[in-house]
């Protein structure tokens, strides 16, 4: 029996894994992908201090820490199934089962793409798929590319995607519907550019981000957006604009756009065409938690960290016994909070499974997490802290409802 599982060679699980590994705790992680580094892999961009962040290198870095340590670490393993019986989790792959009596779930996330008419055909992906084309695999998507849906995601990756020297032609909007009411509709995308402004070369769009400070600015602001887009990167960031079809005979071959009112209504003869070989689609990400529902931890559905998120508190402890959560899975971030939880994380099993007293180091961890947070270059939802702040909320009531059927 192994003493800790993590499941996930992301960032929060190679981090967990080296804490632990650094205390003397036995550890084996296991991950579906051919290589550690899960969504760290494709990351790279520019800091405010000139320094670049460079997922791939930050990868192969904790990878070899954590075997230097000696982690063992499986990849090609995906995960099938997992449950507890008695006192033990159980984890079950193609090639093997293991045990263990500390699960550490470093799942990370996924995309969720909106569904856009004409995405079947071949050439249209997912805008991490760009990211991993281009960054892991140094293959370009294509030639020029057309990327829907205006986010932190596609915002960042777009970025990348012009380091690359490939042609993005525009970041435009789905044409809005029920799927799409809020990625389609002009003021709450606004919003949320808003929060990426500071990563504008453009001086001019840094400075007009400042001014939409309320609600009449930023209708103003919407209602006298051009047309044609605001740059960055050199890439028109278009807000009065969505995509009515991708179109193509046997692969891509551009998008049908059109001019939306500051409502996101389309205005009817305004249809034009932008020729590409491939199409990005961006609906944002999501924790990939099945592995957590299945284990039985409740759950709780919170905006503001992307979707449903295990219900944990700070130690990342999640309500089922035995069983750890960080990264991701606890809400959408970038990889530099993902590592710090990780090691929140494998503080909180070291301290649980025995040995020196690690409440200390715990305590300055979870800090830790915070001031990354605070000071986190790429924030993919502007209001995590109030999400975190209703997580605690949901794990004071939990504490509250156990203790009131122990004494009842």
């Known amino acids: 029996m192994s003493k800790v599982i993590v499941i996930g060679a992301g960032p929060a699980g190679l981090s967990a894994a080296i804490s632990m590994a650094e205390l003397g705790v036995e550890v084996l992680v296991l991950d579906e992908y051919m290589i550690a580094g899960g969504r760290l892999l494709g990351q790279l961009y520019e800091e405010p201090n000139g320094n670049w962040w460079n997922g791939i ?6 990878f070899k820490q954590a075997l230097d340590l000696g982690v063992t670490i499986k990849l090609e393993t995906p995960v099938s199934n997992i449950e507890k019986i008695d006192d033990s989790w159980v984890i079950y792959t193609e090639s093997d089962t293991y045990y263990t009596s500390y699960l550490l779930l470093a799942t990370g996330a ?19 798929a760009a990211q991993v084309m281009t960054n892991v695999h140094r293959v370009k998507p294509g030639n020029k590319g057309v990327i829907i849906g205006v986010n932190v995601l596609s915002s960042a990756i777009a970025m990348e995607l012009k380091i690359a020297g490939i042609d ?22 606004m919003n949320s550019l808003l929060h ?5 070369p453009s001086a001019f769009v840094k400075f007009g981000s400042k001014l939409m400070k309320n609600d009449f600015m930023k209708k103003m602001g919407i209602t006298f957006f051009p047309k044609n887009g605001v740059k960055m990167w050199d890439i028109p960031i278009m807000l009065r604009k969505a995509v009515i079809e991708i179109y193509g005979e046997q692969e891509v071959e551009g998008v049908t756009i059109a001019t939306i009112t500051p409502t996101g209504e389309v205005i009817p003869g305004t249809e034009e065409k932008i020729s590409a070989d491939f199409i ?8 990939l938690a099945e592995l957590a529902a299945v284990a039985g931890c409740p759950f709780y559905h919170i905006e ?4 449903y998120v295990p219900l944990h508190n700070e130690r990342m402890e999640t309500a089922v016994e035995g069983l750890y959560v960080a990264g991701n899975i606890t809400g959408i971030e970038g990889a530099k909070v993902a590592i710090s939880q990780g090691i929140t994380a494998g503080l909180s099993i070291a301290n649980s499974i025995g040995g020196p007293n690690l409440e200390q180091q715990i305590v300055a961890s979870i800090q830790h997490i915070k001031e990354t947070r605070e000071n ?3 924030q993919f939802h502007p209001s995590v802290k109030v999400g975190k702040q209703k997580l605690q909320t949901y794990w004071e009531q939990h504490l509250h409802t156990k203790r009131s059927e122990v004494y009842s």
Request: hydrophobic letters at 40%.
């Open 168 to 189: 993005v032609a525009c970041i435009t909007l789905p044409k809005m519907n029920k799927v799409t009411e809020e990625s389609g509709n002009p003021m709450d995308v």
């Open 376 to 378: 986190a270059y790429i």
């Open 57 to 62: 290198k930050e990868s192969k870095k904790l």
């Open 280 to 287: 990005c689609i961006a609906g944002g990400l999501y924790p």
């Open 110 to 128: 996924a995309e969720a793409p909106v569904p856009v008419p004409g995405w079947t055909l071949p050439g249209v992906m997912s805008v991490g």
């Open 196 to 200: 990426v402004s500071h990563m504008a």
């Open 304 to 307: 503001e960290l992307g979707g």
